[in-house]
């Protein structure tokens, strides 16, 4: 049950400066980038959790910080270990933009990281919203961020739909300047947690007072039913080894990544030997794959290879599925990886 709309209260921007940092300093998740104010472990939370759940980010945020602990040993990295370092959480441009700045960093900044978040966005990958974020946690610049939950929240409370520069105005408006990195993660976590996108919880809600909406805004606009596909895939072992093809490097999405090769007439072989369902932004796959010679050319990988090969999240999935490779303990293959942040934290 939420609260009945009520005449808007005016709005303070000191009270709700206090009244959100009030609330996120007892409300706030342990997460583990906000262990510390290292601008290379901010950063790379910061990238991670683009367009991804936090739950599907903590276990690969811990792998990949065991893997490549410092900027320097990220920039010093192939990247085919970076690839499959991430390896389950989509959106692979991510990490090949985070490789190649990691270079900047490393080579032409002598391992200094940039400050500001206007210096920030000079690196290769880094938008408005990641150098804001990465310059007021880790450095503390009086500047403000705007995500999805971010915008969602300032859209109810006002009333209304603001988007564009506005949006981004109204959020620097209400900054807290004296914590500004607490304020901006307050503001990520209460659309997250709370001002959710359906169903907010207004009555756990610390600005339920200062809110016009009281609720899903009037008029949002509601996201479109996921497409349906199915696709087929051949899953060819002996000898230790599994016949996978390597994605091209010049294709938008996973270049270079391995995967199982797909077969084009799966009435041909019988009934599939596993089946798995597997989201892509706003596309549900359900996966048939069979048990059967490979029909494409490819490579033979040896199975204690596959850990560290760039393999693409789906053909993860169906190795780990199939017992060919020990089980994931991220439960990051079942999630889905779409829309823009609008809960990843």
């Not at 072992?237 to 996973?254: C, E, H, Q, W, Y």
């Not at 932004?281 to 490979?294: F, L, M, P």
Request: include cysteine.
């Amino acid at each position: 049950m939420k609260p009945s709309p009520s005449p808007h209260v005016k709005l303070s921007v000191k009270d709700f400066q206090n009244k959100m940092l009030a609330w996120y300093d007892v409300h706030a998740r342990d997460l583990p980038w906000r262990e510390s104010r290292d601008p290379y472990r901010v950063w790379v939370s910061e990238i991670m959790l683009q367009q991804t759940r936090v739950a599907a980010v903590i276990e690969h945020y811990h792998e990949f910080l065991r893997r490549f602990p410092t900027v320097n040993k990220l920039a010093a990295a192939r990247e085919a270990s970076v690839l499959a370092a991430w390896s389950g959480l989509g959106y692979y441009r991510r990490a090949r933009m985070l490789h190649a700045a990691a270079k900047v960093v490393a080579r032409e900044r002598e391992g200094r990281f940039p400050k500001t978040a206007d210096d920030w966005r000079t690196l290769p990958g880094v938008g408005r919203y990641t150098a804001a974020a990465v310059a007021s946690i880790a450095f503390g610049e009086p500047v403000a961020v705007v995500d999805g939950n971010v915008e969602r929240v300032l859209q109810r409370i006002a009333g209304r739909t603001i988007s564009g520069e506005q949006i981004w105005q109204q959020a620097e408006n209400l900054l807290d300047r004296n914590r500004p990195g607490d304020f901006n993660q307050a503001m990520m976590e209460l659309g997250a947690t709370v001002c959710m996108p359906r169903a907010p919880a207004c009555l756990t809600c610390p600005l339920v007072e200062l809110c016009a909406t009281r609720g899903e805004l009037a008029g949002a606009e509601k996201k479109s039913r996921p497409r349906k596909r199915e696709i087929h895939y051949a899953l060819d072992r002996r000898n230790g080894s599994v016949f996978l093809t390597k994605r091209p490097a010049d294709i938008r999405l996973m270049a270079g990544m391995w995967e199982l090769p797909e077969i084009s007439r799966p009435e041909d072989y019988g009934e599939p030997f596993l089946t798995v369902k597997h989201s892509i932004t706003v596309t549900d796959y359900t996966v048939h794959v069979w048990a059967v010679t490979a029909p494409l050319k490819g490579e033979w990988c040896a199975i204690d290879r596959l850990p560290r090969l760039a393999l693409t999240g789906l053909a993860r999935k169906i190795l780990r599925k199939s017992g060919i490779i020990p089980a994931s303990t991220t439960g990051v293959e079942s999630s889905r990886s779409g829309g823009r942040r609008l809960s990843a934290r």
